[in-house]
């Protein structure tokens, strides 16, 4: 195995922006999915992507018509915006024809009337499978705007696009201001753009702004109502603080007759006074120096005075531009070691400069595949500055500095120093508030395919697929354009946090682009996957599929041979399509592997599990499993032994946990008669809620994955319970079920069933209950991870 590829700041500014290395370059190699990758993999997991961002304007609501790969992560979003949801969910049959699109307009309409107080726009957000089917979503719009009688505006989430003119983040930025409308301009009003949250309180920028005469400062992450949005349209001029917002101040310039000043955030204090004075000389006006630009010098200072002396890792994962506050520490006298980037044409006036400075600076690339083997040890950084260097760096002291409320000008020096200073010191930062709900949901009696008004997506068939995998010494493919990978990494995959099973796992997203998928273009794939496979060691290949290759109708059985050809590896390959749920996605895996490397030969004395994925187990739970067996326990795949798995057919029996084990079970007992049996212990969490069912009395439902809902049931029974209905919405185990037993399909039909059933108690997930607000009995939570994402 290779070591991580780096260049030294003296190597890249040598090479110039005109030679960009092909490791820096996204579309010649895997995405290495990771937690340090997840801004690119999946913008908005921990901060504004096109989901969180389509909902800047106030009371605005979004409907996201997508498969359930796509959604899954708006569970995970800050509080009260998970409120301002809804999911019309696509299945095989949307992803081929377009069905999904007739059904829009009655969904958004059902989503509207639903709400307790009328929404002032309906975003649809859309993704990758629309691009591809080439969807007008302009009309789309007028026709959902008919129906419900508000505004409706798209949102464009096309991963297969980020790397264009025009990236998705630059459309929703032109969306959340398309709905402003002339107005009278106020000679002493402007507008903050380029962040969707606020600048902090303490930033000079609004003093030195006043002190140009300015009195109404405005920014979209500060409006709380929709009379306070409009009144943006009020501005003189914008001032743009990211070149994300460029499209957006250009649209507003020929809409709105609005011009836009732009100005950086930077953390050089010579560079952040010049700037200032530089727009006063636009403005005709003078500058005064605010009295931040002092306390932004001692903060400095007291940064140099630390003992022992910081040595920095620079993430991109943060509210800075990486080479620019690498080179702001540099020149002031810090030491950086290690940056973490992808360096752009633009970066290149900080590299040069850092390079004269501090030559043997390395930058590192976080999303190509040689990651997988950086080792800390081999590193001298002693604080971590950005989530990426953070997770690479355990032991370092962490500074994140990645909050939602932005840092700006001279008070962003002086709180960056001071929050490093109180890192090394061992402080905590204070947590910020979470965001207000709009408002409790009411789920109307709507028929709607795949309209969900309040339970967000469960765990889809991708996330089953590359749960089962993740352990395991393989390279692992996703066969996306980085969303869904970023779902999977981000939201449904919580083992990235232990150093076991992160280590090993070599999960990548194949980074697809849109002529990728529009040309079909397999060879690109294979040469990524035969660059990554020189990079590191794998036993096997793995294919995930996604939406995308679904929709152009990927040949999987082709590329596992060639795979198995060019790299010499054995390979397996899951057609997932990211519209089914989590079972099926394990089970096609388990089922998979089984019938690759199960081998026959001389019985052992040991059992095997089959089914054990942190999307119905704990890993507390996982081990209570192993000893709740006697003798030699194989947890197939928890363990990351792919021998174990080898040894399946071997066994004296297999239980199966989950009914995502159940395939793979059944094949081994008919290839090598190894009896099975469904079974699993009950956790503390589970056995209090039946005896808590037990006791409250009357009939019970048990809503569950049908496994540990069958085992629910039987201790139900035997402790006194008077009649137990178990439920599922996964796929059910036909020997377990019995009379009166449902598999619900659609939310409408969920809530119906709970809250006219009769049932004195319900045993499920606390999600749930959303469904089913008018629910009268005793509502016990026994969390399940692939419905909420909580334990």
Known sequence: MKEPFFKTAAELAALGKENIPDAFRLDTHLIYNSPAA?????????????????????????????????????????????????????DETDIVTGRHLKKIPEAARAFVESR?????????????????LGTDMERVCRRAEEAVGIPVRPCYMYALTRDSKKPPMAYVRETVYSLLKPRKKNPRAVNLMGYFAPLSDDSELYEVLKGFGLKYIRELGRCKTVDEYHELSEANFNLLLSADARDAAAMLEKKLAIPSVEIMRLYEIDKIESQYKSLARVLGTDYKEPSMKNEAEMAVAGLLAVTPKPVFAIGSRLNANAFELSLALVRCGAEVAEIYGDPQPQDFSYIRRLAEISPNTRIYSNLSPTMAVYDEEKSPVTVAVGRDAVYYHENAVHVPWSDEIQPFGFSAVRNFCRAVISACEGKKPEKQPSKVSLGEKIVSSHEIHGLRLAIAPFAPDTSGAAAVLFPLDALTVIVDAGGCAGNICGFDEPRWDVKSFAKRSTVFSAGLRDMDAIMGRDDRLMEKLALAADEVDASFAALIGTPVPAVIGTDYRALVRLIEKRLQLPAVAVDTDGTKLYDEGASKTWEALMKTFATAGEP???????????????????????????????????????????????????????????????????????????????????????????????????????????????????????????????TPVRSLVREGDVRFREEAEFARFVEQGGFSCVIADAALRKAAPRYPGVWLDVPHFAVSGER
């Open 38 to 90: 997840l801004d690119f993999n999946s913008p908005g997991a921990q901060g504004y992507g096109v989901k969180r961002a389509g909902l800047s304007v106030p009371d605005s609501v979004m409907l996201l018509i997508a498969p359930r790969s796509c959604g899954r992560n708006t569970s995970g979003l800050a509080a009260g915006d998970t409120e301002r949801f809804g999911w019309l969910l696509m």
């Open 116 to 132: 307790e107080k009328q929404p002032s726009v309906v975003m649809l957000c859309i993704t990758c499978v629309d691009a591809l």
């Open 604 to 730: 052992c004395d040991a059992v095997g599990v089959i089914g054990v994925t942190p999307l119905d187990f704990s890993s507390e739970e996982a081990e209570n499993i192993r000893k709740s067996i006697d003798g030699d326990v194989l947890l197939y795949g928890w363990d990351g032994e792919l021998s174990n798995i080898k040894r399946a057919g071997r066994v004296k029996k297999n239980y199966v946990v989950s009914a995502s084990g159940l395939r793979a079970a059944k094949f081994i007992e008919k290839k090598f008669g190894v009896p099975y049996e469904l079974w699993r212990p009950l956790s503390g969490t589970e056995m209090e809620a039946v005896r808590r069912a037990a006791d409250n009395g009357g009939s019970v439902l048990v809503v569950h994955e049908p496994v540990c809902a069958e085992m629910l049931r039987r201790a139900l029974l035997e402790n006194g319970a008077e009649s137990v209905t178990v439920g599922t919405w996964f």
